[in-house]
């Protein structure tokens, strides 16, 4: 089962600073889906992106789908402690979902 | 709506016995349910995939016999964990999809269940 390959793999940041989340893959996506998952829950979707070059905002996060649908970024402005979770990318090309291979983010108070 | 609950959140039991896991659609119906394994600060790792009324897609290296799904209604799937070892000690999660609709394969997750063998 192939990943998406994410970067960076962790990142710790203070609040308040701003970061980007990258997903990618040689492959071209359906769709492509972005979760946040607590500890010892199970993941929550944030938004699904289906047009090459779409950008779709939520709040303080901007999901982009490049416009070859090979690759996605996730941009959050002035982090919060809240948004400290493991983010996972997945594409939906076919009946099952395929993972990204995770960004783990720390927000420092 | 599209809740996904699983049930036990934690088990722990010995070696050699076998554990079930039951993922339920509280307000949906789901034709396809699946099965994911999340090792410790690992990405989720798709086992099978559960399909009502008829036989499990397996993973390529996923055990079919270690590893028993049942999809018997719309809205429940189990997982059995049979003669478990340490080494099945893991974060066990199920998805949904509402069958009714969902253009891009959206699924809905379980909140998981932490399965520990001595």
């Known amino acids: 089962t192939q990943l998406l390959e994410q970067s960076p793999q962790f990142l710790s940041i203070q609040e308040g600073e701003n970061l980007t989340v990258y997903c990618n893959s040689s492959s071209v996506f359906s769709s492509l889906q972005w979760y946040r998952q607590e500890p010892g829950e199970g993941p929550v979707l944030l938004v699904t992106v289906v047009t090459g070059g779409e950008v779709k905002k939520l709040k303080r996060l901007t999901f982009q789908f490049g416009d070859a649908r090979k690759d996605s970024s996730l941009h959050i402005t002035a982090a919060q402690p809240g948004d400290t979770g493991l983010y996972l990318c997945?594409?939906?090309?076919?009946?099952?979902?395929?993972f990204g291979t995770g960004t783990r983010l720390q927000v420092f108070p | 709506g599209a809740v996904v609950s699983q049930h036990p959140s934690r088990v722990i039991c010995k070696s050699g016995t076998s554990v079930k896991i039951e993922c339920r659609s509280l307000d949906f119906q789901a034709t396809t349910m699946f099965w994911y394994r999340q090792f410790p600060k690992q990405s989720l790792m798709l086992m099978a995939t559960s399909n009502e009324g008829s036989k499990a897609t397996y993973e390529q290296g996923v055990e079919k016999d270690k590893f028993l799904i049942n999809h018997a209604s719309l809205t429940l799937s189990t997982l059995t964990v049979t003669s478990a070892h340490p080494e099945d000690s893991s974060f066990y999660i199920c998805?949904?999809?509402?069958?009714?609709?969902?253009?891009?394969?959206?699924?809905?997750f379980g909140p998981g269940t932490r399965l520990t063998v001595l």
């Open positions: 998805s949904a999809r509402d069958s009714s609709g969902g253009l891009y394969n959206e699924q809905f």
């Open positions: 997945s594409r939906g090309n076919t009946d099952k979902l395929i």
